[in-house]
């Protein structure tokens, strides 16, 4: 249904930040075990492009051709950056805070579009009566 794609490309996106959060934390929580090499969550090709339409779409208040369903995947894959510390694990705690603070603020920044997205919704189904 046109009228909810770019709620339904928001959706994927928040999945994707919360599953990114929750990777992101469990290198934390490996920070001590010796051989750990950390994990990310990369993102499929196509996940700029998405984004882009379902911001075009909140922006412009206009319906946009965009795929059905917004499915934003991504793939876990070691951290290519990570360097391996004395024990072999690579896990540093600076670098997994800036980029769980970094997805945090991409997570409420996407949030915030889709419950304004939704509030919108709520507003014209009402007849732009309450609001």
Known sequence: MALLDSVEHLRGALD?????????TSNL?????????????????????QLHVAM?????????????????????IEDPGAAAGGDENGVD???EAVKIASNQMRYDMLAQLASSELASLA???SDGKHG
């Open 123 to 125: 507003w014209a189904a």
């Open 93 to 95: 705690l600076d670098r």
């Open 29 to 49: 929580a490996h920070i001590d075990t010796p051989g750990y090499k950390p994990v990310d969550l990369e993102r499929n090709v196509n996940f700029a492009g």
């Open 56 to 76: 075009a779409a909140t922006n412009a208040g206009t319906s946009i051709g965009a795929t059905p369903g917004g499915e934003i995947h991504g793939k876990v």
């Open 16 to 24: 994707y930040h919360l599953d990114r959060h929750n990777l992101l």
